[in-house]
């Protein structure tokens, strides 16, 4: 099981910057990926960033040139740099611990998310 702690959400006005912090804890050699994902009002759950073990990177296309997905393996934490945000990047932000079957990532199960947070963006 792994356990995964969000912080950095916020009130920023538009064009502004974010980062957002997800620690990792417990079984995380199990790892292969961590995403980052997003949840509007009245809209389904999204991949917004993946960060292979790897190193690869993948991101949304409308976050692309904008958010920047890295890690810190000494802290076992990852982070989500948002910038230029926009009124459309408001959401609930999720970290998500993934493993890799040899042709999907997927998430575990419920454990694997962390709790969220929440980030507004104003116009």
């Known amino acids: 099981q792994v356990q995964l702690v969000e912080s950095g959400g916020g009130l920023v006005q538009a064009g502004g910057s974010l980062r957002l912090s997800c620690a990792a804890s417990?079984?995380?050699?199990?790892?292969?990926?961590m995403g980052w994902y997003r949840q509007a009002p009245g809209k389904q759950r999204e991949l917004v960033a993946r960060?292979?073990?790897?190193?690869?990177?993948n991101y949304a296309d409308s976050v692309k040139g904008r958010f920047t997905f890295s890690r810190d393996n000494a802290k076992n934490t990852v982070y989500l740099q948002m910038n230029s945000l926009e009124p459309e990047d408001t959401a609930v932000y999720y970290c998500?611990?993934?493993?890799?079957?040899?042709?999907?990532?997927?998430?575990?199960?419920?454990?694997?998310w962390g709790q969220g947070t929440q980030v507004t963006v104003s116009s």
């Open positions: 417990g079984s995380i050699f199990s790892i292969d990926a």
């Open positions: 998500a611990a993934l493993r890799f079957d040899g042709t999907y990532y997927y998430i575990l199960g419920n454990d694997y």
């Open positions: 960060l292979t073990s790897g190193g690869t990177t």
